[in-house]
């Protein structure tokens, strides 16, 4: 099963799991595709934190990602 921890930065999730780029571009974090915004502020921002800032609902990201195969973690 592959496991998203909400707590690493986006950028080692889309590293391990390219497929997120799109599936979080879908939920509106349209600077995942660009893969200078990606290895810049995303090696800072945890998906937690782009929530936040993004003013995303953490529970409906949390349940996108599962209904797309993913277990997610720390995002309680």
Do not use: H, W
């Not at 936040?52 to 529970?59: F, G, P, R, S």
Request: aromatic share 6%; with cysteine.
């Amino acid at each position: 099963m592959k496991v998203i921890d909400g707590n690493k930065s986006v950028y080692e999730l889309t590293n391990q799991y390219p497929e997120l780029i799109e599936i979080l571009a879908g939920l509106g974090f349209l600077g995942v595709k660009n893969p200078l915004v990606r290895n810049t502020l995303g090696r800072t921002t945890t998906l937690r934190d782009g929530c936040k800032k993004q003013q995303k609902d953490i529970q409906q990201v949390k349940k996108v990602l599962e209904e797309k195969g993913f277990k997610v973690i720390g995002l309680e």
